[in-house]
Nanobody, 121 residues
């Protein structure tokens, strides 16, 4: 599966962005998908994940209540709605897919190219 992340940009504190991860291939519905982010000088960290049917989601504590993940298997997309953004959310956001469920980045074999989110204070 090939993934392409989009939707990043510059937003003020308290603003919102919607990231999208578009996938190619007819087997997208068999993959679990996660979002990770990496800020400058920091390690890549888990943000959120959704199972292949879209029935189960998980969030990092730092984004819980502000971010929402969903997917549309008919359109081969996974979205991350980000609200109440903070400067500490500034990072490159990556979507990843695999057939296992994990919050660990090393468990995912397929990655998008990343999209930059910058939150100004």
């Amino acid at each position: 599966v090939q993934l392409q992340a989009s939707g990043g940009g510059l937003v003020q504190t308290g603003g919102s962005l919607r990231l999208s991860c578009a996938a190619s291939g007819r087997t997208f519905s068999t993959y679990h998908v996660a979002w990770f982010r990496q800020a400058p000088g920091k390690e890549r960290e888990f943000v959120s994940r959704i199972d292949r049917e879209g029935g189960s989601t998980s969030y990092a504590d730092s984004v819980k209540g502000r971010f929402t993940i969903d997917r549309d298997n008919t359109r081969n997309t996974v979205n991350l709605e980000m609200n109440s953004l903070k400067p500490e959310d500034t990072a490159v956001y990556y979507c990843a897919a695999d057939r296992i469920v994990s919050n660990y980045s090393g468990a995912y074999a397929y990655w998008g190219q990343g999209t930059l989110v910058t939150v100004s204070s």
